[in-house]
């Protein structure tokens, strides 16, 4: 072997369970655990001894040690706040890390010491944030991960390469254990375009076993008044009790439920008896599963075909051996879904199969595979309406969701007001008109602008969104072509580099049972989402530049105000005074977040005056 080989494998690293694989001989093979297992349950445990464990025993311990174990954790990855293990706290990719560093053990026994690559797999519907959050786990675990890819995406590529000579229009319905995804590919002489993504990052097999963790628990309370839910043991119990009934009726109609102790009373033992049914199952979970199929919708849209236009269904996903999971299916396309995919190792095995087209161990496979952005991608800016009102935290797309990717678009912007020398550029992610509905992704200051007091100054900004999902966002003055280049996935502008080598020596100490781990929490900074206003949709855009412009934008709004006033009656001449008056007294105070929602209902009530 080449002194300079560095093995490249694809991970599926999910809510519920993980796997990890590599290209042998031409095809992805799931690589085992030395026990044998192709996937792991997502599960970390630290024991009251500070020992580490992944996987099967870990689950084991959900009951036991509830405030030992994490599983889920998928479901945070993205979020801020620190998660409580063992005493310890934790941020989410560390977690994810632990799983991660399991699944590299596998590799490392296979291939030998050494740098290993991996390309990691999320849900299309991940963010930015949760995108970034994932390549730091793996990187934490001590992969290089250079390649982040969709679920559906990789299912995908697991179908297409053995199945290169298939021209057709494939569906991807993947329903894990946390998320949702459903992703519309057209497969074409072994070339595979992703069309379409939707899906909902927060629906899963755990709302399932939630819901009837809830039921379970109502139970308890009718016949004995006491909430078993209130109980950390009681609670985990029930949780595993309702994920097995949930496996127990994708095969049988009904599941019996004999629980001795769930919870105490009095110091009495109160347990749970009961007979569930697939019916009832149903009953419970429908209104999830016909969200699911309101996604299938909107992505046939997104890719302009028609229910009869689809040649393949592919289930991805353990949620998907449902049984009314296929009912759906079969009732909206007219026919049942593919059955030669295996469910849990899909994912994992695509993912392997993209990690071969990078090494070039598929070079000659002719499979080629396009992918697409899964949301819209632009900045917060003001608007002027049809009727001269200017609104801020509106959402300028540059990107547009279902954009085949990479992709690279440039759009001209202006600054708010003559004579401006620098801009804020607020970067956000979604599909709402509003920015404070969406993600924020990041934001930078673009300085050196020139000094015209003539008019607004023209910025061209521009997106670059590559196949990985990682977003460079440039802002360039047009007239002194000064710049600013920020590349938001790597940028890390929330996370010290200092902070990410105490993480990996926190999880190097935990993993060697060193257990010196700093209890201190985490410091997180979060961006407060921009307040906004409906309006009509509008004609022209600036940059919105909060502490720089925004004075400058209310002292306009308030002249426009005092303009207004002599065309009005008595009660609306009163109501638009004493918005003047507040004007007045917050301006000296340079009180941002009031100024601007004062500047919003002043902008409300001016539309409602049809302002010109």
């Known amino acids: 072997m080449s002194s300079s080989f560095i093995p490249i494998v ?51 311990a959900l009951v036991a040690m509830p405030d030992h174990t994490i599983a889920a954790v998928k479901r945070r990855m993205g979020s801020t706040l620190p998660i409580r293990m063992a005493e310890k706290s934790f941020r989410p990719q560390e977690i994810s890390a632990l799983i991660l560093k399991e699944l590299k053990g596998y590799v490392d026994e296979l291939y030998g010491e050494g740098e290993k690559e991996a390309v990691i797999t999320v849900p299309a519907y991940f963010t930015d944030e949760q995108r970034r959050a994932t390549k730091e786990a793996g990187e934490l675990a001590g992969f290089i991960v250079e390649r982040i890819i969709n679920e559906p995406t990789a299912a995908a590529l697991a179908f297409g390469l053995n199945n290169l000579e298939e021209d057709c229009h494939l569906l991807v319905y993947d329903l ?39 039921w379970m628990a109502e139970q308890i309370m009718k016949e004995h008044g006491v909430d078993p839910r209130e109980d950390i043991r009681g609670r985990a119990l029930l949780k595993e009790t309702a994920e097995s009934v949930k496996i127990t009726l994708s095969s049988s109609e009904y599941a019996n439920v004999s629980l001795p102790l769930v919870t105490v009373k009095n110091n009495r033992p109160i347990g749970l008896s009961v007979c569930i049914s697939r019916e009832l199952f149903v009953s419970l979970i429908d209104s ?165 007091l003539q008019e607004q100054e023209g910025v061209d900004v521009t997106f670059r969104y590559n196949l990985n999902g990682i977003l460079e966002v440039t802002a360039k003055s047009v007239t002194t072509e000064e710049e600013m280049t920020v590349t938001i996935q790597d940028a890390l502008q929330r996370e010290s580099q200092e902070q990410l080598k105490e993480s990996a020596a926190k999880l190097e100490a935990l993993w060697l049972n060193a257990i010196d781990v700093d209890d201190d929490d985490d410091e997180f900074d979060q961006f407060d989402d921009l307040d906004n206003d409906d309006d009509d949709s509008a004609d022209k855009d600036w940059i919105s530049n909060d502490s720089i412009s925004l004075s400058a934008e209310a002292e306009q709004l308030k002249l426009r105000a005092e303009k207004l006033l002599s065309s009005l009656g008595k009660s609306e001449r009163e109501t638009l005074q004493n918005i003047i008056e507040r004007f007045d007294r917050l301006l000296p105070k340079d009180d941002y977040e009031q100024l601007r929602e004062l500047m919003e209902e002043a902008i409300d009530l001016m539309i409602d005056l049809e302002v010109d």
């Open 288 to 452: 999830l599963l016909l969200n699911t199929m309101n996604s299938v919708h909107s992505v046939l849209r997104d890719a302009q075909l028609e229910p009869g236009q689809v040649d393949e269904i592919l289930l991805v996903g353990g949620s998907t051996r449902i049984p009314r999971v296929h009912e759906l299916i079969r009732d909206f396309f007219g026919r049942m879904p593919r059955t030669d995919v295996h469910p849990d190792e899909a994912v994992a095995l695509g993912a392997a199969v993209q990690a071969g087209l990078k090494s070039g161990a598929l070079s000659n496979s002719g499979l080629i595979a396009t992918d697409v952005a899964p949301f819209s991608m632009g900045i917060a800016v003001l608007s002027e309406g049809r009727n001269g009102n200017v609104k801020s935290g509106s959402f300028a797309k540059i990107i547009p969701r279902n954009t085949t990717i990479p992709v690279t678009r440039t759009n001209r912007y202006y600054t708010s007001f003559p004579g401006q020398t620098k801009v804020s550029i607020e970067i956000y992610q979604g599909e709402h008109e509003h920015v404070k509905h969406n993600c924020l992704l990041g934001e930078f200051l673009l300085e050196g602008l020139p000094e015209n």
């Open 10 to 60: 694809g991970i599926d690293l999910g809510t519920t369970n993980s796997a990890v694989a590599y290209i042998r001989g031409g095809k992805p093979e799931i690589i085992a655990s030395p026990e044998g297992a192709r996937i792991i349950p997502s599960v970390v445990l630290i024991d009251p001894q500070g020992k580490v464990t992944v996987g099967e025993d870990a689950r084991a």
């Open 176 to 214: 894990g254990g946390g998320t949702f995804d459903v992703s519309v590919v057209e497969m074409m002489s072994g070339i595979m375009e992703v069309k379409a993504s939707s899906g909902d990052r927060q629906l899963g097999g755990e709302d399932f076993d939630w819901l009837l963790v809830n």
